[in-house]
């Protein structure tokens, strides 16, 4: 099954800053709309923010507006998300999904595409 290419995880100091990638030929083909989600341990999975072909953002967890921010690259078919201020509790799995037809669904529609995850720790 075709899976979306993630990148960027890893360790970050509690303050610190990190930028996740998605990447997949399919954003071009399709005008993905293109969603991150987290996953914390122990935790149910909650979409963060989706962003559209034509770079309309949609906030799924207002409060991350703050901190988060998400973008793309439309020539080079990826996704980023670029998160400041880090918190311990901001450790999670990753993931980006992607729907066809450049709208953002609600967070529990429709995602066709997902990316095999990546792990964000934030710890000292």
């Known amino acids: 099954q075709l899976q979306l290419v993630q990148s960027g995880g890893g360790l970050v100091q509690p303050g610190g800053s990190i930028k996740l990638a998605c990447e997949a030929d399919?954003?071009?083909?399709?005008?993905?709309?293109v969603a991150w989600f987290r996953q914390a341990p122990g935790k149910e999975r909650k979409g963060i923010q989706c962003i559209e072909w034509r770079h309309n953002a949609r906030y799924y967890t207002e409060h991350h507006r703050e901190r988060f921010t998400i973008s793309r690259d439309n020539p080079k078919n990826t996704v980023y998300l670029l998160m400041k201020r880090l918190r311990p509790d901001d450790t999670a799995l990753y993931y980006c999904a992607a729907v066809p037809g450049g709208v953002c669904p609600e967070e529990s529609g429709q995602w066709d595409y997902w990316g095999q995850g990546t792990q964000v720790t934030v710890s000292s």
């Open positions: 399919i954003f071009t083909r399709d005008h993905s709309a």
